[in-house]
């Protein structure tokens, strides 16, 4: 079993909304960094957003500011992507990553992949009418 476990994804429509979700199996998001990627057929795999355990940051790419929100549940340990005005340009496998550390800047600039120890095995996220 991956150690991360996302969840929330399916097929909405341009305009509307989804919230996925992403927990740890065997340990707690609380103290992680923790980005959510995205990887849409035939391109490379994009970090699209990210929260520092440092503190709280977030960071997002141009393309989903204002629109996505990440966010941590610490009831439920669990690290929540609330995603609005869905575009079919969204349309991707979605995936949640993690790592702890000591550096603050895991989450401030590009959301590199190779920064992330931790993965989940992806939800489809899929928007058309």
């Known amino acids: 079993q991956a150690p991360l476990v996302e969840s929330g994804g399916g097929l909405v429509q341009p305009g509307g909304s989804l919230r996925l979700s992403c927990v740890a199996s065997?340990?707690?998001?609380?103290?992680?960094?923790v980005a959510w990627f995205r990887q849409a057929p035939g391109k490379e795999r994009e970090g699209i957003t990210c929260?520092?355990?440092?503190?709280?940051?977030?960071g997002y790419v141009d393309s989903v500011k204002g629109r996505f929100t990440i966010a941590r549940d610490y009831g439920k340990s669990t690290v929540d992507l609330q995603m609005n005005n869905l575009t079919p340009e969204d349309t991707a496998v979605y995936y949640c990553?993690?790592?702890?550390?000591?550096?603050?800047?895991?989450?401030?600039?590009?959301?590199?992949?190779?920064?992330?120890?931790?993965w989940g095995q992806g939800t489809q996220v899929t928007v058309s009418s």
């Open positions: 990553a993690a790592v702890w550390t000591p550096d603050p800047d895991v989450c401030a600039g590009v959301i590199e992949r190779r920064r992330f120890s931790y």
């Open positions: 065997g340990f707690s998001l609380d103290y992680y960094d």
């Open positions: 929260i520092s355990a440092h503190g709280g940051g977030t």
